[in-house]
Structures are given as structure tokens and as C-alpha cells.
């Protein structure tokens, strides 16, 4: 079955860090590049970083750039998020999607492979 599962989400206080995971299967995660994005309540999606299918490049929006981590495991079919200084308008609901090739777009209408998302709560 072709999918993507997420997992990490939880709350942390602003300040502190979070990791998310990816799971990739019925598919060879090596060939595609890989994104997170995420929803706010009451927004739109966002994309917030992605990597090329070998690990080559890595990018991120402005709002999480020096604050977010992108990395994968190519070995493990994994794509993680290492979320450090969270901050309350990074709450949200963080999605792992897959790319149609091995580099990266920001545009998150050309994902063609989703996952169902992790919340994440920011909040003292």
C-alpha cells in the first residue's frame, strides 16, 4: 500500500522542540523528493520545507528557516523534521508529502502523495 504516515506531533511550550517522522511505503522514497507543510486553524496550506530524493538540498520557508531541520534516511524510507524555538504561530496541523521527482517545488498542489498529518501545539 502506497502511504505516508506521520508521527511526533504533541504539544511544546514556546521555546522548545519537537521531531517529527515520515514513514514512506509502497514506494522508493530515494527517487522522489520530499516536503512538509502545514495548516494553521482557520489558514490555508503552507509549505514549510522540503529535500531532494538524495539528500543533496534542503529548503525552507522564511517563517522556519534557521528554526527547522529537514533531513531523511533514505535507508529507513524516513523523512524527518527537527523543530527547534517553536513558537505559537507555528501550531498547526504538519503534513509529509512526496514529490512527482527527485527535486523539490514549493508548490504543494504538485505533491501527488499526502499523509493524514500530526498536530502540533505550541502553548505555555
Known amino acids: 500500500q502506497v502511504q505516508l504516515v506521520e508521527s511526533g506531533g504533541g504539544l511544546a511550550q514556546p521555546g522548545g522542540s519537537l521531531r517529527l517522522s515520515c514513514a514512506a511505503s509502497?514506494?522508493?522514497?530515494?527517487?522522489?523528493?520530499m516536503n512538509w507543510a502545514r495548516q494553521a486553524p482557520g489558514k490555508g496550506l503552507e509549505w514549510v520545507s522540503g529535500?531532494?530524493?538524495?539528500?543533496?538540498?534542503?529548503y525552507y520557508a522564511d517563517s522556519v528557516k534557521g528554526r527547522f531541520t529537514i533531513s531523511r534516511d533514505n535507508a529507513k524510507n524516513t523523512v524527518y523534521l527537527q523543530m527547534n524555538s517553536l513558537k505559537p504561530e507555528d501550531t498547526g496541523l504538519y503534513y509529509c508529502?512526496?514529490?512527482?521527482?527527485?527535486?523539490?517545488?514549493?508548490?504543494?498542489?504538485?505533491?501527488?502523495?499526502w499523509g493524514q498529518g500530526t498536530q502540533v501545539t505550541v502553548s505555555s
Open positions: 509502497g514506494f522508493t522514497g530515494v527517487n522522489y523528493a
Open positions: 508529502a512526496k514529490a512527482k521527482g527527485a527535486v523539490t517545488t514549493t508548490l504543494v498542489s504538485e505533491y501527488d502523495l
Open positions: 529535500i531532494y530524493s538524495d539528500g543533496s538540498d534542503t
